[in-house]
Structure formats: C-alpha cells, structure tokens
C-alpha cells in the first residue's frame, strides 16, 4: 500500500469517527446525516488538493534555486573578467549597475504587492460597508414595524401631540459609529494607495534611468570582451529580473496555499480527528500528477 492510499485510509477513518459520534449517537436511532458526511469529506480533499499544490509549489522553487546558483556562479565569472580587463572608475560602474538593477526591481516588486494588499483591502471595505448597511436597514425597519404595532418597548414613543417617534436604538448608533471607523480606514487606505502610486512612478524612473545606465555599461563591455563573454553578460543581465520576480512569485503563491489550508483545517471538527498540515507532508503525498501554473517571467 502506498503512501498516499494510507493517507485516504486514515482519512477515512476519521471521517468515519466523526460519523459515529455525531451522526449515530448511543442513544438515538437517527438516520445518517449524509449532507454533514460529504461535506466533511469535501474539506478532506480540498485539503489533500492544496497540501499537493504546495507540495508542488516548493519542488519549483527547488528548481528556482538550482537555477539561481547557476546565475550566481556565471556572474562570478563575468565579475572575473571585469576585474582583469576594466578600468578603475569601468568597474565601479559596473558594480553600482549590477546592484541597483537587484535594489530597484525589488522596490517595484515590493511596491506593486503593497498597492495590491491596499486594493484588496479597498474591495473588502466597502463590500463590509454595504453588508452593514443592509443590516442597518433591516434593524431600523424591525424598529418601525414594532412602534406600528404597538408593542411595549416603543409606547413610550409616542408624543403629547400623538405622533409617532421611533426611538433610535443601540443599532442605529452603533450603526453610525461603525460608519465614521469605515470612513477614517476607507481615508488612511486611499491615502496610503496614493503615496504608493507616486512611490511606483517613482520606480519606474529609477528603472528608466538604470537601462540607459545599461547601454553606457554594454558600449564599455563590448571594447573588452569577446562576442561569446558579451552573450554571457547580456543573458546574466536579463535574467536577473526574471529570476527576482518568479522567486517573488512562488513565495506569495506558497504563503497563499499554506494560509488557506490553516484556515480549511482549523475549520474542521476536532472530535473527527482533525487534518493537520504535518499528516499530509511531501513525504506522504506525491505530487507528478499535480501540475502548477509556470510563473517564468522574462521582464518587468
């Protein structure tokens, strides 16, 4: 038996305790509650799926690695022949290219993944917004249908002249609080998007300014290195950021999995056993026939 047949089996089994205490307690003869069973086997495979996407998500960062040793070792051999062939102040600015090029596509990619968490929380706020509101609204008009019908929290309401006022409760108040938190969050988050935005404008200034930096560095390589070891330096150059951002990448998509299978599993029941992440481990499920969108990038 393999391991991943042991690991449905001792799923299963879980399942199947859950089974015994929730849906055949001793003292009842119920029938099977077979909604509650498959929807705990839904989350059992939904498990399984996203322990093997993140299983397959770190052999590819693997991979990414191997990759970056690769470049790392052909940069050092670039860096050989600039300090045998440059000039003093030729060298200095290759090696101030070299590392703004790093600096600067890591300030876009960390500036474009801050704007997207601002975004997000954006969409998120002002879905909460209409939630509350519709809640809101229900409240208020529970309030009114109750002073019509003349129930005892609302007699009081009524005035020497006879109208009708229908007291503002706690919800309304709270409603109302709740409104201006909103405001002063939805402010600060469109505050920070916009100093994002000219942070990234910014950016891609800098970027601007490093590719014509390139050219200058390209004319000074060509005067003393052959066409073979000027391939290799434009190969090592581009490639840099690719490999920056596919690391960015799989890091952000691995964060995302692993936070999404803590929420699945810490959302099951524990009398059934409970899933956790180290009973699904790479060791326990293969991953071939898991496949995982490429995220090779070849620019910025």
């Known amino acids: 038996m393999n391991a991943h047949s042991s690991l449905h089996l001792r799923l299963r089994g879980r399942v199947l305790l859950f089974t015994s205490v929730y849906i055949f307690p001793p003292d009842t003869s119920c029938f099977p509650k077979i909604g509650v069973i498959c929807a705990l086997l839904h989350q059992v ?21 191997e990759e970056q040793r690769h470049h790392q070792a052909l940069g050092a051999s670039i860096e050989a022949l600039i300090q045998e062939h440059l000039k003093t102040n030729e060298k200095e600015k290759y090696s101030i290219f070299i590392g703004d090029l790093e600096r600067i596509v890591n300030l876009l990619l960390s500036l474009c993944s801050r704007l997207s968490r601002v975004d997000k929380s954006l969409i998120s706020l002002e879905r909460d917004e209409l939630m509350t ?15 019509t019908l003349g129930r005892d929290a609302t007699r009081s309401a009524f005035s020497s002249s006879g109208c009708l006022q229908t007291p503002a409760g706690p919800s309304v108040y709270f409603y109302h609080s709740y409104c201006r938190m909103d405001e002063n969050l939805k402010d600060s988050l469109h505050h920070k998007r916009s100093l994002l935005l000219r942070q990234t404008e910014d950016a891609r200034e800098l970027k601007e300014n490093l590719d014509r930096r390139q050219c200058v560095v390209n004319a000074i390589l060509s ?69 995982v969108r490429s995220t090779t990038v070849t620019s910025l």
């Open 223 to 291: 005067g003393y290195l052959t066409e073979a070891q000027l391939q290799d330096y434009r190969h090592f150059v581009s490639a840099k950021p690719s490999l920056l951002i596919r690391q960015r990448h799989l890091d952000d998509l691995i964060r995302q999995r692993e936070e999404q299978l803590t929420r699945l599993t810490e959302s099951m029941p524990t009398e059934a056993g409970g899933w956790s992440p180290g009973s699904a481990s790479s060791s326990m499920i293969p991953g071939p026939g898991h496949s």
């Open 45 to 65: 495979k939904l498990c399984q799926a996203l322990q093997k996407s993140v299983d397959a998500l770190q052999r590819e960062k693997q991979a990414l690695c």
């Open 133 to 147: 509101e519709d809640a809101a609204e229900e409240r208020n008009c529970k309030n009114v249908i109750g002073a």
